[in-house]
């Protein structure tokens, strides 16, 4: 069983930075990928940003430079490192991970960009 508690969202202006950071319980060496999806009100869950054990990234085209994703495996934290927000940022952010074929999602932290 894997747990994930993500933290860092709030409130910030068009244009500010947030840090979002998710700690997983226990060592994370052997969960790939993990990565951030949101879910604004009214649509679906999309895909944010994803990293491999091996580094490998992907992000959503709506987030590219502007979003950087980063594992720490010492620590068995992922961090997303949110720039230029936009409005259409706003959401829940999830934290995702994958280990031998199952799915596990952190509760979520929420993003508002607002002036």
């Known amino acids: 069983q894997v747990q994930l508690v993500e933290s860092g969202g709030g409130l910030v202006q068009p244009g500010g930075s947030l840090r979002l950071s998710c700690a997983a319980s226990g060592s994370i060496y052997s969960l790939s990928p993990m990565g951030w999806y949101r879910q604004a009100p009214g649509k679906q869950r999309e895909l944010v940003a994803t990293?491999?054990?091996?580094?490998?990234?992907n992000y959503a085209d709506s987030v590219k430079g502007r979003f950087t994703i980063s594992r720490d495996n010492a620590a068995n934290t992922v961090s997303l490192q949110m720039n230029s927000l936009k409005p259409e940022d706003t959401a829940v952010y999830y934290c995702?991970?994958?280990?031998?074929?199952?799915?596990?999602w952190g509760k979520g932290t929420l993003v508002s960009v607002s002036s």
């Open positions: 990293i491999t054990s091996a580094g490998i990234i």
């Open positions: 995702s991970a994958k280990r031998g074929g199952m799915n596990y």
